[in-house]
């Protein structure tokens, strides 16, 4: 496994492209409502990205990828695709956005509430978060990946939430994932050391029921065996000399 480390002008560049990404979740905001299609607001963030933006949707094309976003709807796990379907009241959606710019990407995603939704959706959605950021503040030079999964790991199961195993955070940088695998799951102390100009994402996903997904017939949409809801949140960290550096914060969070 290498892990780069990011030089100072790529450190710049990364954080352009953190906000860039993270301006792209803000500017939705007000769109994701009740009767709006995900093709719908595909449209709208691939046209902010490419026209006000200026720079590259990473999903599109990626691997296969038919679409400039990820909409991931209630029992939808991550990486579902933009389709004519409707959001409804009730509903919970991530939404995951990933830009290149000037050459290196930002990523990040947050859920969203269409309407009302209910109370174990929102608690769900909450702990969710929540262990995104316990993962976050875990992240200090000589710290190791595997305080990362642990935080995680512990918030998660002592709510009752299950974790998917699938799919982990990543290094990113002129590609969108590089090494390391960022699990979250694991045990203090294990893992690779945590090194000052390393950058990676972490986006942890949890389940209402059991961890098992299963991908359906496109290739690309993980679902929850079970059916059950399933809610992820992520940013993209740089490691900084005195801890960390969140690339993707939203004003919401400052
Ligand atoms: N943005 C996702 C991640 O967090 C990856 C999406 S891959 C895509 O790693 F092809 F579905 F866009
Ligand atoms: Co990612
Ligand atoms: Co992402």
């Known amino acids: 496994m290498s892990i780069t480390i990011k030089n100072e002008s790529e450190i710049n560049k990364m954080r352009i492209a953190g906000k860039l990404a993270a301006e792209v979740l803000e500017m939705i905001k007000p769109f994701v409502l009740p009767g709006v299609t995900t093709n719908e607001l595909d ?7 490419v026209s006000d933006q200026q720079a590259i949707p990473a999903p599109l094309n990626y691997r ?8 991931s ?14 959001l409804k009241k009730g509903d919970i959606v991530n939404i995951d956005i990933t830009v290149i710019k000037d050459e ?3 990523d990040t995603s947050k859920m969203f ?17 929540e262990c995104l950021f316990l993962g976050i503040e875990q992240v ?12 995680i790991q512990k918030h998660a199961e002592s709510n009752r939430y299950s974790i998917v195993r699938e799919f982990c955070g990543h290094g990113i940088g002129k590609k969108f994932h590089e090494d390391p695998h960022v699990m979250h799951f694991g045990k203090k102390g294990e893992g690779e ?11 942890p996903m949890l389940n209402i029921g059991k961890r098992h997904m299963k991908v359906l017939k496109d290739g690309w949409t993980a679902v929850t065996k079970d059916r059950s809801l399933s809610a992820q949140w992520e940013h993209t960290i740089l490691v900084t000399p005195e801890g960390h550096e969140v ?5 919401e969070e400052k």
Not at 121 to 127: G, Q, T
């Open 113 to 129: 509430c269409v309407g009302k939704t209910s109370q174990h959706a929102n608690r769900l959605i909450n702990i969710t978060q």
């Open 43 to 49: 449209q709208i963030c691939h046209d902010y990205i």
């Open 193 to 203: 050391v945590i090194e000052a100009g390393m950058i990676f994402t972490i986006e």
């Open 104 to 106: 290196y990407h930002g």
């Open 73 to 86: 709807v209630n029992q939808t796990i991550c990486h579902g695709i933009p389709s004519e379907k409707r």
């Open 140 to 151: 200090k030079p000589g710290a190791t990946f595997g305080d990362i999964g642990h935080a």
């Open 64 to 71: 296969g990828f038919p679409k400039s976003i990820c909409t």
């Open 247 to 251: 690339l993707t914060l939203r004003q």
